[in-house]
């Protein structure tokens, strides 16, 4: 039976209860609306609007509800309720009948809505922001094991300078690093209690809310009731969080479906962790990467759709704001699910060294050594660039690399070239040289990895 019968003469259409009803999705929040139940319930009590014994007998009830749910998630989903407030206070009443309609007295569905959402989104984003740290692990593990590996970086997917296989996981390291601070700041904003805000306008009961608020594990309470009940901000948040770090478990995907190329050939999917084509015996396939990049997808809608929702909402309330769940649980799941994916399969990718050595060691990667060697014998940068630009033609009309040219060859040139120039052409040369903070040089990689496991270490 809906909450809301007393003023109306007729039933609702089947058609209208099917649009407006939204238990199907919202039975999610189950424990929360239980949990928020609990915390109320003591607060009528603390105003007295029921007695010990009522407020023990609601409790009881609520506890058994949780405990049935735990075994059941989807038991509410057996019930034609409205939604998952009404079938917390059926059930109710079903069980202990009379006092079961003394809970609802001075709050609304819309605090109650806002609180059970935020109570889910802080448990939830703790679940991610786990898995995100497991995922950076992962990729701390990969970073050790392949130290010293070196392969191209790439500008414009051009051969542009040789980078260690480390400095490249540790890049993705730095992004994750952001995401998880990104998610401590949505996790300590979205800490505030709506519950005790009414409709819109505040409950007319006298409930002390800070206590309330503590009650339920928030740090504070909500300051303004109209904001309160339509605040969702914190979706916002934490989805545009989610954004970013999706966009950057797309970037490392791609960066990994081509590395799995047979073009690059550097990493090599573990059989365990890829599939075949139906067709072509020979394919294999770096499916889970391409995955985690297509749900990114679904993932920026997600953000773009709760968005669109909010825009043109007047205050406080408004029936538009139920549009914010399905997104954003199937958001949240899909989070960390492709994070913990990540997790899993990292372990089962492998570096082909010297596939990856010999990339590094062709297409011209190590022309700006040659210019920054001329630098250092003399010759202005810009100069010394157009210099080893010449060579670099001279190498390559002879499909040759810049080190296998003749001394004299490269004296006709330039006079000031020495011998000493194969010692800086070579991969080591260029990157020990790399030194400076946040370069790919060896020792700088190492300490990297080092202080990123000292960071990992204390979280
Ligand atoms: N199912 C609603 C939601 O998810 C709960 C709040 C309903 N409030 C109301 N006044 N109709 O937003």
Redo the contacts with the bound molecule.
Sequence with gaps: MAMWGGRFTEASLAEFSEFND?LSF?YLLAQQDIQASRAWTIGLLEASIITAAEAEQLDHALADLALALESNPKLPLQTQEE?I?SWVEAQLQQKIGGVAKKLHTGRS??DL?ATDLRLWTKLNANQVRSTLITSIGALITFADAHFGAVMPGFTHLQRAQPVLVSHWALAYIEMFKRDLSRIDDALARMDVCPLGCGALAGTGIQIDRTALAQRLGFQSAALNSLDAVSDRDYVVELSATASLCMTHLSRLSEDVIFFCSGEAAFFKLGDAISSGSSLMPQKKNPDVFELLRGKTGRVLGHLVAILHVLKGLPLA?N?D??ED?QGFFDLMASWQQCLLVLATVLPHLSVNVERCRLAAELGYSNATDLADYLVGKGIAFRDAHELSGELVLVASKQQKPLEALALDEMQQVSPLISDDVFAALTIEAGLAKRASLAGTSPDRVKEALDATKVWFEAL
């Design positions: 939204s919202d939604d407030h569905r819309n809505v309330y029936k704001m139920q769940k």
